[in-house]
């Protein structure tokens, strides 16, 4: 009821919040995920978006770079020139009209010319705590029992973002939340003797190439691996491919539905099992957990 009159009160569409693609199936997954426990099980989530709100009261872009882009703290050449080539390359990104490989060479780009920026302007860890501390990013209500849950239960969780590492890092460190069974798949800052930014971990983690496969070969590969089961968090229909590269027995599929829901939904549920709509919390993704673990 309260979400009810909250929806009205911001008037958002009012729309029921949970949609499942196939509730049998869905509901077969979960009983092998029970089945096999907390020690077969990993979980793959993207950061923006997903373990953070989209629409945020606090931050004006609620991501990673974002927060880092918009901050009043970071010199003025690197928040415009940021948003330049931000205006330039994401119609590219959002094109249904090019396709993967060419799609995959323009991200590769872009973000070529957004590290070449940071290293310009000298952008660096303390810099990334001043940001945060000022104004951390806002995670999604109930994210932090979350990773507590998975904590408390040693279940893997791999975050994958195309963000710098080095700001994910932080702001969950922040919160007391960089717990040990977290693993961060993203661009991570090289620094010089300064402490300044010189380069970028490879390889590259952009929008269009996030998966699995990028970790096998590392610890962090090497553990999940060991596990069949995956709960995977994503909030557009790419984020699935965070899967690939690991074989595993049972994928259950989440997606955050944060806005378009109507037009959306029917792309949505080719892709994910459930879908929370409307920017909703870990609420149910808690209860999914505790009702497997
Ligand atoms: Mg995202």
Redesign the pocket.
Known sequence: MIAYYLDLFYNKPIMEKLHYANKKEYQAKLKTIQQGGAKNLHVVA?????LTKQFSKVNKIN?APGIIQESFLVPEGYRLGKREIYEQYRPLELSQSITGQAKAKLMVEWWGRAQKLAIKYNINRRLIKKVLLQNNLELRDGCGEFIKFLEKNKVPLLIFSAGMGDVIDIALTEMGLLSNNIFLAANFMELNKKGNVAGFSRPLIHSQNKSEALVRNLPAGRELDKRDNLILL???PE?VGMSEGIEHECILKIGFLNEEIEQRLPEYKKHFDLIIASDGSMEVVNGILQKVL
């Open positions: 993207d950061f923006d978006y997903t991501t994503g909030d557009i984020d």
